[in-house]
């Protein structure tokens, strides 16, 4: 599994190359520069992505299932107009893009038939009380570009996060409320809600938020010390885990946490306990990681 692994990685001379797979992707900055590269699924090293927009947003970057597309948001090269979805394909470096001016984070499906986006539906200006402010969850069918309105409430989009359930029957995402609640709601794909949960964060990366088809892993707020929590979904209940170290979440995947480690160019896993740390990842130089996201095969 990748989690049982690590790697010293050389940022400054990552080489650039296409590959067919990958098992984890990276979006990072260092002191001179930024790099988004994945895991060869087939030679097991680091490799830059080449060919990717200028002005992609790292944070939002992340893998499709199978490990052979990237899924992110970019504005035009040239910095004007709106962002767009785009589906990056690793082995040819063709691009499938999808305009809009308000989308904030995407995640393609298990299948990859549809990318699931965050939506600002808001009227106003942005500034709270004035105008409506919804945040909304929309379909795009990417092989027609067809859209649906799939969910909306009230609220914004203060702690982006949407994921699709491994057999890709629901959805989780994370908002807050007009009443400053950060909340996780889980949807199936008639926009029916299955479960609203107050006070529970899912982290960004699309494959970090389900441990099963029906278990979500989320933390609480604004308790931003707390440990994961496992969320049956059917029947709400739910196990707390410990927490020993309150350096940040970066990703889960396979039972291990992803974390910084004890110095700027170190990170370890440790099990959702935060305990049994283990090395990861080690850079040189430092770097800081926008993103971080793992496909389902490489923990099997």
């Given at each position: 599994?990748?989690?049982?692994?690590?790697?010293?990685?050389?940022f400054?001379?990552?080489a650039?190359r296409?590959?067919?797979a990958?098992?984890m992707?990276?979006?990072?900055?260092?002191?001179?520069r930024?790099?988004?590269?994945v895991?060869d699924?087939?030679s097991d090293?680091?490799?830059?992505v080449?060919?990717?927009?200028?002005?992609l947003?790292?944070?939002?970057?992340?893998?499709?299932s199978d490990g052979?597309q990237?899924?992110?948001?970019a504005?035009?090269?040239?910095?004007?107009?709106?962002?767009r979805?785009?589906?990056?394909?690793?082995a040819?470096?063709?691009r499938?893009?999808?305009?809009?001016?308000d989308?904030m984070?995407?995640?393609?499906?298990?299948?990859?038939?549809?990318i699931?986006?965050?939506a600002?539906?808001?009227n106003?200006?942005?500034i709270p009380?004035?105008?409506?402010?919804?945040?909304?969850?929309?379909l795009?069918e990417?092989?027609?570009?067809?859209?649906?309105?799939?969910?909306?409430?009230?609220?914004?989009?203060?702690?982006?996060?949407?994921?699709?359930?491994?057999?890709?029957?629901l959805?989780?995402?994370?908002?807050l409320?007009?009443?400053?609640?950060?909340t996780?709601v889980v949807?199936d794909?008639?926009?029916?809600?299955i479960?609203?949960y107050?006070?529970?964060?899912?982290?960004?990366g699309?494959h970090s938020?389900?441990m099963s088809d029906r278990?979500?892993?989320?933390y609480?707020e604004?308790?931003?010390?707390?440990?994961l929590?496992?969320?049956?979904?059917?029947?709400r209940s739910?196990?707390?885990?410990t927490?020993?170290?309150?350096s940040?979440?970066?990703?889960?995947?396979?039972?291990?946490v992803?974390?910084?480690?004890?110095s700027p160019?170190?990170f370890?896993?440790?099990?959702?306990n935060?305990?049994d740390e283990?090395?990861f990842?080690?850079?040189?130089?430092?770097?800081?990681i926008?993103?971080?996201d793992m496909a389902?095969?490489?923990v099997?």
């Amino acid at each position: 599994m990748v989690v049982d692994r690590s790697w010293e990685i050389a940022f400054d001379a990552l080489a650039s190359r296409q590959v067919r797979a990958a098992r984890m992707v990276v979006a990072a900055q260092g002191l001179d520069r930024d790099a988004v590269f994945v895991l060869d699924a087939d030679s097991d090293e680091f490799v830059n992505v080449p060919g990717l927009p200028a002005r992609l947003s790292r944070e939002t970057v992340s893998l499709s299932s199978d490990g052979t597309q990237l899924v992110f948001l970019a504005r035009q090269d040239d910095g004007a107009g709106p962002k767009r979805v785009v589906l990056y394909t690793l082995a040819t470096a063709a691009r499938q893009e999808f305009a809009s001016d308000d989308f904030m984070r995407a995640a393609l499906s298990p299948d990859g038939s549809r990318i699931a986006v965050l939506a600002d539906l808001s009227n106003g200006p942005g500034i709270p009380g004035v105008g409506d402010e919804i945040a909304g969850i929309a379909l795009i069918e990417t092989a027609t570009g067809a859209r649906q309105l799939l969910w909306s409430a009230e609220g914004y989009w203060e702690e982006a996060s949407v994921s699709w359930s491994p057999d890709g029957h629901l959805l989780a995402a994370t908002y807050l409320t007009l009443d400053d609640v950060l909340t996780t709601v889980v949807l199936d794909l008639s926009g029916k809600t299955i479960g609203v949960y107050e006070d529970r964060v899912a982290l960004p990366g699309p494959h970090s938020v389900w441990m099963s088809d029906r278990e979500l892993i989320v933390y609480a707020e604004p308790d931003d010390e707390s440990p994961l929590i496992r969320i049956d979904v059917p029947t709400r209940s739910e196990h707390r885990f410990t927490r020993r170290n309150f350096s940040a979440y970066l990703a889960i995947a396979g039972g291990r946490v992803v974390r910084p480690g004890s110095s700027p160019e170190r990170f370890v896993t440790t099990d959702l306990n935060d305990a049994d740390e283990r090395p990861f990842l080690n850079f040189s130089p430092a770097v800081s990681i926008d993103a971080l996201d793992m496909a389902p095969s490489a923990v099997r």
